[in-house]
């Protein structure tokens, strides 16, 4: 195994993660429900994307730049509005753990949903890059995978603090208006763009 190209990855994929949905989703989910069963859910969810990434990542390469923007907008607005109109909705105080009480249940909940969140997000393409160039599958996925379940964890581990001093509200509306930004400028590179 060539521990370069899995370190290599991994300092690839961090930094790029730390501001992603994928990340706020986790500190949200961490927020309301307890944090281990959180981070085994986004592990778990993680591990099949890295998965799927490095299996048929070259497929992604044969599609026009311009259809991948086009639906990265789409899904983006998609997640513009969801989170906006979430921050609404009266949230429950932190720590009540709602309708998933149960461990299982919580890590579920945080698969279903880590594992929509990352599903055609950079950082699976990059993975999926990776493994091309480096012809390395299994240590780009290596890599990829730790970075992810690394960055979960400090979400998942510190959200529940961070939630106590910011309102769910407030995070929900950077959300919203951060996907809504992606949107446009994904629209913008679908239009500046023609014969991509």
Known sequence: MRVGVSLATFAVVFPAELPDKTTLASLVLAARYRPGPVWAGAAAAFFVQCALAVTVGGFLALLP???????AALLFFVGAWL??????????????????????RIAAVAFGALFLAEFGDFTQLATASLAGRYEA????????????????????????????????????????????????????????????
Do not use: I, M, N
């Not at 730049?65 to 639906?71: E, L």
């Not at 979430?86 to 299982?104: F, I, K, L, Q």
């Not at 690394?150 to 951060?178: D, E, I, K, Q, Y």
């Open 83 to 104: 989170a906006f109109r979430g921050a609404g909705d009266e949230p429950e105080a932190v720590g009540e753990t709602g309708v998933a009480t149960s461990a299982r």
């Open 137 to 196: 599958p299994l240590e780009v996925f290596v890599g990829a995978w730790l970075a992810l379940v690394c960055v979960s964890g400090l979400a998942a581990f510190t959200g529940r603090g961070l939630l106590r001093v910011v309102p769910l509200r407030a995070v929900r509306l950077v959300a919203a208006a951060l996907f809504a930004a992606v949107a446009v400028l994904s629209v913008v590179d679908v239009l500046r763009d023609p014969g991509a």
């Open 65 to 71: 730049d311009r259809v991948v923007s086009g639906v």
